[in-house]
T-cell receptor, first 112, second 115 residues
């Protein structure tokens, strides 16, 4: 099993550009989520999904879109990148939500 | 208001020193409590968890945490740290009634162990 796979690992964008961070898991997990990690602020939940076709907002959803068309994939879209979105992004999943999450290796995004 | 508070942002210890990292949460209902660890350059992994039962829980690598409901606390301890414990530690809480299907993290504590 590969676990939770995130791509790309590093990305540099210019302000206003769009991109998609990919997240895939091969553990048949129903619950998937996206966090951003910023120094001194811990991890903050962006969006989450409890199953295919179901998504909901977390603490900091503005500027981000998600969709969940399959159980395996949960992409995070930045429609118009801003410097404030410079961060490390983590995808995490679990079979059913309890708080015990399996994390991907992270995607470091820099917006110039 | 911060739902999960970690008392120290940076801790520096010498090898063999004892460790205690504080964590307090603000919700008075039923919660599940977690400590996650992030070693340098790696992703987060679960260190230990509390769902119910014995309030003293043991995790990997000699870590333990005690849930004190009256103090809304879940402090992490280790009797003798090693250089390899250098990492960032995150306390997190989930609770269906208060947070729904969300895991809320504290700001993290960076631990540096000097060899």
């Amino acid at each position: 099993n590969a676990g939770v796979t995130q791509t790309p690992k590093f990305q540099v964008l210019k302000t206003g550009q769009s991109m998609t961070l990919q997240c895939a898991q091969d553990m048949n997990h129903e619950y998937m989520s996206w966090y951003r990690q910023d120094p001194g602020m811990g991890l903050r939940l962006i969006h989450y999904s409890v199953g295919a076709g179901i998504t909901d907002q977390g603490e900091v959803p503005n500027g981000y879109n998600v969709s969940r068309s399959t159980t395996e994939d949960f992409p995070l879209r930045l429609l118009s990148a801003a410097p404030s979105q410079t961060s490390v992004y983590f995808c995490a999943s679990s079979f059913r939500f309890s708080g015990e999450l399996f994390f991907g290796e992270g995607s470091r995004l820099t917006v110039l | 208001a911060q739902s999960v508070s970690q008392h120290n942002h940076h801790v520096i210890l010498s090898e063999a020193a004892s460790l205690e990292l504080g964590c307090n949460y603000s919700y008075g209902g039923t919660v599940n409590l977690f400590w996650y660890v992030q070693y340098p350059g790696q992703h987060l992994q679960l260190l230990l968890k509390y769902f119910s039962g014995d309030p003293l829980v043991k995790g990997i690598k000699g870590f333990e945490a005690e849930f004190i409901k009256s103090k809304f606390s879940f402090n992490l301890r280790k009797p003798s740290v090693q250089w390899s414990d250098t990492a960032e530690y995150f306390c997190a809480v989930s609770g269906l009634m208060e947070y729904g299907n969300k895991l809320v993290f504290g700001a993290g504590t960076i631990l540096r162990v000097k060899s």
